[in-house]
């Protein structure tokens, strides 16, 4: 009962937040969220790397291995993805990144906390930071379709994660005023690009069954392929249980956010719903994840 008391409370903010959105969409059908794109991808996103990074007890040690084993997870999630997306006859390229790129962050991120105390928070936002990394590098390039060092060198959020391992390895303490700057802007940030999902709710066009399969590729296949990387590396431990934990979270919001700046309306409306579905979906999936993590990685 715990765990679904905590997963409530974890996803009830999201879909009131989302539900803010719907409604100011469909009061003002014209309201524009380009604002809260260029906010987010410029400045919101790359505060909250270096807040998740930086202000909750990670190591470098930990930060390096677990981006390692985060990217060989995203690698099993992109093989599982590009099938089902094959098989349905979806864009290989701009529908993959919903499927690769989970909700870490302001899900992901308090679910381990929840299960594993501040032991698990390290890992559980050294694998976030990953995800939130690749939102701005392969998410882009897949948005776009194409590959360009441009989108690199001008990310926001690559320096951000560089900045951030940088203060690890010099062991620098973060200045209060910046970890107060960062902590607004990340909660900022997760507000309003919520809200804009919601927004975007109200001028949807997409299928419900196609959502549904892709959803079920995110929530379920997501653990499985986590697990595999935990057997094969042999992990143990809280670290372990963290790692299954975040591979099992929905489709992240930041790819409708990507989405919305690179790819066309009838691709960011399927990259929406699988968002919505996967998270309503994950009510049910998540606690038995953790109920797993919980008994066979303590």
């Known amino acids: 009962m715990d765990i679904y008391i905590k997963i409530f409370e974890v996803i009830f903010p999201v879909f009131f937040v989302i539900g803010v959105g719907y409604y100011l969409g469909k009061k003002n059908p014209k309201i524009d969220t380009n604002f809260i794109t260029d906010f987010a991808g410029n400045i919101g996103t790359p505060a909250m ?17 677990y981006f390692f084993y985060a990217i060989i997870m995203i690698g099993g999630f992109a093989v599982l993805g590009l099938l089902i997306l094959l098989l349905l006859k979806k864009d290989l390229s701009m529908e993959l990144p919903p499927l690769i790129l989970p909700n870490t962050g302001n899900m992901g991120v308090p679910i381990c906390l929840f299960a594993y105390g501040t032991a698990g928070l390290g890992v559980a936002s050294a694998v976030a930071s990953v995800i939130i990394l690749f939102h701005f590098t392969l998410g882009v390039f897949l948005a776009k379709k194409s590959f360009s060092m441009d989108v690199v060198i001008k990310s926001p959020p690559v320096y951000a994660i560089i900045i951030s391992v940088l203060f690890l390895y010099y062991q620098i303490e973060t200045p209060l005023f910046l970890e107060n700057t960062t902590f607004l802007l990340t ?52 670290a372990a249980g963290v790692l299954l934990i975040q591979g099992a979270m929905p489709s992240a919001i930041l790819n409708y956010l990507v989405g919305a700046i690179y790819s066309p309306k009838k691709i960011v409306d399927s990259i929406a719903s699988t968002i919505v579905v996967s998270t309503l979906m994950s009510f049910i999936t998540i606690p038995i994840v953790v109920f797993f993590a919980l008994k066979y990685f303590n």
């Open 187 to 238: 909660y900022a940030t997760i507000f309003l690009v919520l809200m804009s999902l919601g927004i975007a709710l109200t001028r949807l066009k997409f299928s419900l069954k196609d959502s549904i399969i892709l959803s079920i590729c995110r929530v379920i296949l997501g653990p499985l392929i986590a697990f595999l990387v935990i057997y094969y590396f042999d992990l143990s431990g809280y």
């Open 49 to 65: 790397i270096f807040y998740t990074v930086t202000t909750t007890g990670i190591t470098l040690s930990i930060f390096i291995h």
